[in-house]
């Protein structure tokens, strides 16, 4: 058969999956609430969201999150389009404090809790932050920097909130007092996450009206250089990509029924969309597992869980299997095993495969593009190695660095267009620029067109680090440790590991004899989020540079062997 004009254009639609349509309507939501009101009318009495013991439906979801937009409203007086910052793990909490916020009209700006004091400064400066829902674990942070920030309200949360009495009051006890993981901070005026949901449900909640161009998220993101940059997100982009989504896994998944083990953060954008939006949108259960480092207590929840479907990372499959109860959960059940944020290995996938019976469908996206661009078939039909093809109403092409487009099979950068791209970066015009030309998201990665329409990452045509699925950026923590009086000159690379995908290796020419690696990797730990922190450090005499002194790191990723 021959093919039409737009299918020239865009080869992967010959081999489209059955059943799939090219397109998506993205204007078939206003927002993001009306699609949570119809998951709420649909589902009401199913299990929306569960965590250590406690379940919430999407009527006791709805009447919480309605609470807390009370309180956003009536007692902070926060209006349309103000940004509140959410800092905390997947607990119960973060949805009610999501929805809520999103029924109140602001902009939520997701905020991982392992960053240090620098970091959620410069987050929430950039963003304008006025609120802030935080773990109090990370509150002693959080005092360090507030004077420096817009922020004029925190709500402080505990670990055990979303929890029955007595078990809330035991789970905190111990996580304050036994385990001594809530280190001493002083914030006489902010409030507790009960006493807000209280104070919201004796005032009327007034629903607010957004629009398509209205911003839903600042997701921040490095993209491949320089300091951490907001992602503009609006309700249309993210709708377009949730539905995106939810078209793609039509094969595998039933309205109405399931469970998704979610164990990547909310504050994620991947776990964001994919289990915490389309998910709801089919109405299954999202598993919250808070700490999915502690591999016996994760195995544990899954041997008591009836899922259907697992979300997660290479790094997170590989450390779960290499635990011998793994071989012992029940997995009758599962559908559907997604991996993302950070390439998926071969052995991890063919491992995943030989226990479960189920095969990883892996996908490719970034935080500029909400985050799904291609995926892999969940009708059997997909590729090992591959990202797959472009979710509906997504046009992909590969250009040179002319901006030509490149033959197939020919590498060349991946450049995207579609509604789920992002608005642009909040408030750096230059760096939007740089990033969007004429309607097209350049995204740094280098893939190449199979014969077949799937595509396939090769190289990273900037510096970019991933760290089980987290962008870790050179220049940030080459200069962390080059305010290091002993150090001379630094570079820093990434370098291959078994466990996290890649590792940060740095590479110091000495300024003093006497200074050793530990003291590199101490200093660096002052100022950066422990995946930032090198793994290993290696002296030189001197660093490769061009002519003009620009050092190389190229050279010197290809003269650092791999693990």
Request: glycine share 6%.
């Amino acid at each position: 058969m021959q093919m039409s004009n737009h299918e020239s254009m865009q080869p992967w639609l010959k081999n489209y999956p059955a059943g799939i349509s090219a397109n998506i309507d993205p204007n078939l939501y206003p927002n993001l609430m009306t699609v949570f009101d119809e998951a709420v009318r649909k589902f009401r009495g199913h299990r929306a969201y569960s965590n250590m013991g406690t379940v919430f439906t999407f009527e006791e979801l709805d009447r919480l999150s309605g609470n807390f937009a009370s309180f956003l409203q009536n007692e902070l007086k926060l209006k349309k389009g103000d940004r509140i910052a959410l800092q905390m793990p997947n607990l119960l909490q973060f949805p009610v404090a999501l929805f809520g916020a999103l029924r109140a009209g602001l902009t939520v700006v997701n905020t991982n809790p392992l960053y240090t004091a620098p970091e959620m400064k410069h987050q929430f400066r950039d963003s304008g932050a006025k609120a802030i829902v935080i773990l109090a674990n990370f509150a002693g942070l959080l005092e360090k920097v507030l004077p420096e920030t817009d922020i004029e309200s925190v709500i402080i949360t505990e670990i055990g909130d979303m929890l029955p009495f007595p078990k809330n009051w035991v789970v905190n006890n111990v996580v304050k007092h036994v385990k001594k993981m809530v280190p001493p901070y002083h914030l006489p005026e902010a409030y507790k996450f009960r006493q807000a949901l209280e104070v919201g449900a004796s005032k009327p909640y007034q629903s607010v009206e957004c629009h398509h161009e209205d911003i839903a998220f600042l997701q921040y993101t490095g993209g491949t250089t320089g300091v951490s940059k907001g992602a503009v997100l609006t309700h249309r982009n993210v709708i377009a990509n949730m539905l995106q989504i939810v078209e793609w896994m039509r094969p595998a998944l039933k309205p109405g029924e399931g469970a998704i083990i979610t164990a990547l953060p909310l504050y994620h954008i991947f776990s964001l969309v994919v289990n915490c939006l389309t998910l709801m949108h089919y109405g299954a259960e999202n598993i919250l597992i808070t700490n999915p480092r502690d591999i016996p207590g994760f195995i544990k929840i899954l041997k008591s869980s009836n899922f259907t479907v697992v979300a997660g990372v290479n790094t997170l499959f590989n450390a779960l299997m290499n635990d011998p109860e793994f071989e012992k959960i029940d997995f009758s059940n599962l559908k559907l095993s997604v991996a993302g944020a950070t390439a998926l290995q071969r052995v991890v996938s063919d491992r995943w495969f030989k226990i479960t019976k189920t095969k990883i469908v892996e996908g490719y996206g970034l935080t500029e593009s909400s985050p799904v661009v291609t995926c892999n078939p969940v009708d059997g039909t997909e590729q090992i190695g591959t990202i797959g093809m472009p979710v509906p109403s997504t046009s992909v092409k590969l250009v040179n660095d002319d901006g030509i487009e490149v033959a197939r099979g020919e590498p060349g950068e991946l450049c995207v267009k579609g509604p789920q791209v992002m608005r642009g970066y909040w408030n750096r015009d230059d760096e939007t620029r740089k990033t969007i030309k004429d309607g097209w998201l350049y995204t740094g990665d280098v893939a190449v067109l199979l014969e077949d329409g799937f595509f396939k990452i090769v190289d990273r045509k900037k510096d970019l680090i991933l760290v089980s699925g987290f962008n870790v950026y050179p220049n940030e923590v080459e200069d962390a440790i080059a305010s290091h009086p002993k150090v001379l000159e630094v570079a820093v690379v990434g370098v291959a590991d078994e466990k996290s995908g890649e590792a940060v290796k740095a590479f110091v020419v000495k300024r003093d004899p006497s200074l050793t690696a530990q003291e590199v990797i101490e200093h660096s730990r002052k100022s950066l989020t422990n995946y930032k922190v090198p793994r290993s450090v290696e002296f030189r005499t001197e660093l490769p540079k061009t002519n003009v002194g620009k050092i190389l790191r190229r050279a010197l990723r290809e003269t650092t062997p791999t693990k």
